[in-house]
């Protein structure tokens, strides 16, 4: 009888722990694993981690988020990022768009026919190192890249990265969906503390969306 409750009650404690882990699992999934349905009302998704606030969503032909466009009408992929760190001066790297495309930024999949394709064009990101502000002024960096139209193309800097212009997509249900580490370089505040990074993620977003 002694043994069976000593059972019970390491059971009981085992099962309390297993579950405090799985809540904080499922907090920790809300926050770096976002996706919007096809009829959701907000199709917007936004986050803030480590005082980075990240918002993606799809822009409709008049830069209105949206999830749900008519045949031949040109879409665009939006991300958005503000430091909200006062105390630490933020960089982004020259070939952060290329990086992110290839983590999926852009990409446009069926469910029944696999990826159709990325408005991204390969292109060479080997130049010298060179960076550009997160911080400050420069505190907000938005970048717009468009499916079809590349009049509609906005980068607050010279990133690195090409874009191909692709066909308009058939009536039908599509997804795209991104999963990237963001780094952000730290610079040294004198020539002794050398570099340094701050990573964050992976973040997962995915928006599902129609053409009709």
């Known amino acids: 009888m002694k ?6 009650f390491f059971t009981g404690l085992m099962c309390l722990f297993s579950c405090a882990n799985d809540s904080l699992q499922n907090t920790d999934d809300a926050q770096f694993k976002k996706e919007v349905l096809l009829h959701d009302d907000n199709p917007v998704i936004e986050t803030v981690v480590d005082d980075i606030r990240f918002k993606f969503c799809l822009l409709d032909k ?8 008519k045949v031949g009408e040109n879409f665009s992929f939006c991300l958005e ?15 952060f768009i290329y990086e992110l495309s290839v983590d999926g930024f852009g990409k446009v999949i069926s469910p029944t026919k696999g990826v159709i ?12 190192f060179r960076t550009f502000p997160f911080f400050g002024e420069d505190k907000l960096c938005k970048i717009v890249i468009p499916w079809i139209d ?12 090409g874009i191909s212009p692709q066909p308009a997509l058939a009536k039908g249900v599509y997804y795209t969906e991104v999963s990237h580490e963001f780094s952000f370089y730290v610079p040294p505040k004198t020539p002794e503390d050398g570099w340094s990074w701050l990573h964050i993620g992976p973040l997962t977003f995915k928006i599902n969306f129609e053409i009709n």
Do not use: W, Y
């Open 3 to 8: 043994q069976s409750g000593l059972f019970l």
């Open 150 to 161: 590349r009049e509609r193309l906005f980068s607050p800097f010279p990133f690195c990265f």
């Open 62 to 69: 008049d830069n209105v988020p949206a999830n749900s466009f």
């Open 117 to 128: 394709g990325n408005p991204f064009a390969e292109v060479n990101c080997t130049e010298e």
């Open 81 to 95: 990022m503000e430091n909200q760190q006062d105390a630490i001066d933020l960089k982004i790297v020259k070939d």
